[in-house]
Structures are given as C-alpha cells and as structure tokens.
C-alpha cells in the first residue's frame, strides 16, 4: 500500500492533465461544446419518461429526476468499465514507452466520467426546484454514496484493465453482462415497489449498483436514509477488491507491454 501511496502523490498531475486534454479534445471539434454532455442523458430521460411514464404509466413520484438519476449514475458506471477493459491498449504509444503505474490510466478515465456526471447533476438539482421536492438533512447522504460509487468503480476497473489485456474477447463478454445488469439495476424503474420483498433485498444486496442508484433517490427526492450497512458493507467489499486488482496490476504489469 506504500507504494500505492508514492504513486497516485507522484502521478496524480499527471491523471488530471489527461484527463483535461481528454474533455478539451472530445469538445474541439463540436458545435455544441460540453453543451452534449448534459444533452445525452436529458434525451434519454425524455425517451424513457414518454415510454415508461405515459406508455406504461410508472406510478413513482417525481418520475423525469427519478430516471434522470439513475441514466447519470449508470452512464459514468457503464461508461468506465467499457473503457477499463481495453484502457492498456488504447495507451499503447504511452506504456510502451514511458513507465507509468496503470492504475493511474483509470484515475484519468474516471476523473473525465465524474467532471461530465457533475456538471449533469446541476440539471438534477434545477429539476428538484421545479418539481418542489422536499429538501431534508439526509440529502447529505449523496456524499458517502458517490464514495462508494467510485470505490466499487475503481475496484471494478483494476480487474477488467488486468483481464482485458490477455483476453481479447473481454470486451463483448463485458458488454453483455453490462445490457444484463442495465435491466436489473431499477434505471426506469423501482426495484422496491415492482419486486417482491424477498427477491428485490436479494437484487439490491448482490447488485452495487441497483443499491446505489436506490441509495441516491432515496436521499435526493423522498428524504429517507439509505441502509447504511449495505452502504458500508460495498464501501469495505469495493476496498478489498481494489486492493486485490491493484496487488494484481503490480504484479503483472511488466508482462502487460510485452502483450500489447
């Protein structure tokens, strides 16, 4: 763990510069700017509101945040384990030339992902105004539960950037787990009130995700507390599968050059 330490003190510029040139870049030869970061997620919202508000008449109060919650936390979740898995490869021209502890290639990735999720979540917050929802104490909670979020991400990432660089197929594997969990995570929906008791404690406690996206809509738009054993219990899981992958990263991480 020391030298974790050493190197996320000594590489840490280095994420932040790439993760700025990486925004700049995507922006540079837009129209729109930045402006398409909060306009793809408002879309989507649009799209599921009129499919699953109106079409199928969802009951959940507030039900364009409700949806707009869960399409941002899910984007940043989805959007860095895709791009974990092949992360070494994409950084051929950096790896092989210039040593760099891996893990700091994740950092960058989810730094980028977590910039465009803040800005959208300004539009969650005009939203709730709107929408008058009820502001207690427990909206607090967010805090702790964006912890975790990038805990569990970063634990994630560590094992699919070591897997993906000797499987070459990783990445479809990944995609279809990803549209698997997509529909098991309550992003439209709510796992609580659409599933019977038993089955949907058992989905929110094998899934981190689906939990976390309850967590989020439980302190943002009902003002309750979220389960704070579930919330440490993926905080501490999320710690030891990063101290897994990261062990794992250093150990192999020699090998990785000589396979891209």
């Not at 919202?45 to 499919?51: D, N, Q």
């Not at 984007?75 to 893990?103: C, E, G, L, T």
């Not at 094998?206 to 579930?230: D, M, Q, T, W």
Request: glycine content about 4%.
């Amino acid at each position: 763990m020391d030298r974790f330490i050493n190197d996320v003190k000594k590489y840490y510029k280095y994420a932040m510069y790439s993760a700025k040139s990486e925004l700049k870049a995507e922006v540079a030869s837009s129209y729109l700017n930045w402006i398409w970061w909060v306009l793809e997620p408002l879309c989507f919202m649009l799209i599921y509101t009129f499919i699953f508000g109106v079409v199928f008449e969802a009951s959940e109060p507030n039900f364009p945040i409700f949806i707009f919650i869960g399409i941002l936390a899910w984007d940043f979740f989805n959007r860095n384990m895709k791009h974990s898995v092949k992360m070494v490869k994409q950084n051929k021209a950096i790896v092989s030339k210039v040593y760099i502890p891996k893990f700091v290639l994740i950092f960058s990735k989810m730094f980028v992902n977590a910039f465009k999720m803040m800005v959208c979540f300004g539009i969650v917050v005009v939203m709730m105004l709107i929408y008058r929802v009820d502001i207690n104490w427990n909206i607090l909670y967010v805090i702790p539960i964006m912890i975790t979020l990038l805990i569990i991400n970063f634990a994630f990432m560590t094992i699919l950037l070591h897997f993906g660089v000797f499987v070459d197929d990783l990445a479809n594997i990944v995609n279809i787990i990803l549209r698997a969990v997509f529909y098991m995570t309550g992003i439209f929906y709510s796992i609580e009130s659409r599933l019977a008791a038993p089955y949907s404690d058992i989905l929110l406690k094998c899934n981190p995700i689906a939990f976390i996206l309850s967590s989020l809509r439980k302190c943002l738009l009902y003002g309750e507390v979220p389960s704070r054993k579930l919330l440490l219990f993926w905080s501490i899981t999320g710690l030891i599968i990063s101290i897994v992958g990261i062990k794992t990263i250093y150990k192999n991480e020699n090998s990785y050059v000589k396979v891209i």
